[in-house]
């Protein structure tokens, strides 16, 4: 295993052991170190954009040969429904240890599309230096006019039903066809993404490890679209049966607290039934650690880390100060962007690769 490889499992280890600060400097410096060498990779903490984060070009003959780089176009279909995606390949690391890879699954917001979210998210980078797959799948202009994910519709919200459906469908075939490692499969989302997200998790805790949700809403919380434009305005409040007795995956959350978009209460919303969903057999549910910092170019942030009784971070709430609709710590080269925040695709990547799948169900 290279250097970086063995310096992201030690920070994975230092998560599990509740040393969340120490895994975020260990992150940082093994993305750092990188740059240092000559690798093509920026400084996580660094706002600014960096030319080489743009996703790479379409693969010409060459690249696209076994074990290079790549920046693939496809299509899937089921049921009547085709999504197109973009899929981000990492080079092969011949002493990675293992042919098989993380998969991040990546959905934009409303009125975005899959190249614009890679170059925003600046995810594909990140991805590269960890041996990750990310893949974005793309929302139609058929299936909804400003190519929002339709989280706010019934039949879009359960299990073997619509988009979740069709998404899980997706994944299944990128985790086929390209040796992906069927317990590190996560899902992240931003606005109508990242209610999609929430609500994927919910619907396939088999295949999904872990959620990431920035500027999000909780699943289940509209049910058309007048009640949909009502929470974002006014916020969603916990609901009754917050993971009563489904299984929900370890969820990490961003939200800014100057949203006029999506309310930040939808946040404490997810939070809150994400720790409903991990208390223990007495009741008690994920203790609450809070911490305060800034990111490099200013912004300030609150975290809050929601561990349980073996010390695991079952959720994670990055409350941005002063930040409106935006993915945290992006590049300006996409949409819906705020460079001046913490590094959300970074912190979510750590969290990712920290928490995978407890028990792989067959996909």
């Known amino acids: 295993m290279n250097d970086f490889l063995h310096r992201m499992s030690n920070a994975a280890q230092q998560t599990r052991l509740g040393q969340l600060m120490d895994a975020t400097r260990a992150i940082q410096r093994a993305l750092h170190d990188q740059a240092a060498q000559g690798q093509d990779i920026a400084e996580a903490a660094s706002p600014a954009p960096v030319a080489w984060l743009t996703p790479p070009a379409p693969p010409t003959v060459e690249r696209a040969a ?63 230096q960890a041996g990750a797959l990310v893949l974005y799948p793309e929302q139609t202009q058929h299936a909804n006019a400003q190519r929002c994910w339709n989280w706010f519709k019934p039949q879009h919200q359960e299990r073997g039903r619509g988009e979740p459906e069709a998404l899980a469908m997706l994944i299944r075939s990128i985790v086929a066809e390209h040796e992906v490692d069927g317990s590190r499969i996560y899902v992240a989302g931003l606005s109508a993404g990242g209610a999609m997200a929430d609500i994927l998790g919910r619907c396939y805790p088999d295949l999904v490890a872990a959620v990431g949700v920035h ?38 959350v961003f939200h800014g607290d100057a949203d006029a978009t999506v309310h930040v209460r939808n946040a404490t919303a997810i939070v ?27 912004r300030r942030y609150t975290r809050t880390v929601y561990t349980d009784g073996d010390g695991g971070a079952r959720a994670e709430y990055w409350r941005l100060h002063g930040a409106g609709h935006a993915w945290s710590g992006g590049s300006a080269q996409g949409s819906y962007t705020d460079p001046t925040g913490v590094d959300a695709s970074a912190e979510m990547l750590r969290f990712f690769l920290a928490h995978p799948l407890r028990t792989v169900v067959d996909a």
Not at 91 to 107: E, F, K
Not at 276 to 283: K, V
């Open 66 to 128: 076994r074990g290079a780089e790549r920046w693939l176009d496809g299509s899937a279909s089921h049921r009547g429904r085709t999504l197109a995606y973009k899929l981000y390949v990492p080079p092969h690391v011949s002493d990675c240890g293992t042919a098989q890879r993380p998969l991040i699954v990546m959905l934009h917001g409303c009125t975005q599309g899959a190249a614009d979210f890679a170059a925003g998210t600046n995810m594909n980078a990140l991805a590269r």
């Open 215 to 252: 500027s999000g809403l909780p699943s289940g919380a509209a049910s058309d679209l007048g009640s949909a434009l009502s929470v974002m305005r006014q916020g969603a409040a916990p609901r009754a049966d917050s993971g009563a007795t489904a299984p929900v995956p370890p969820t990490i």
């Open 272 to 298: 809150e039934a994400v720790r409903a969903a991990h208390r223990d057999p007495s009741g008690t549910l994920p203790e609450a650690n809070a911490s305060e910092g800034s990111a490099p170019a200013g």
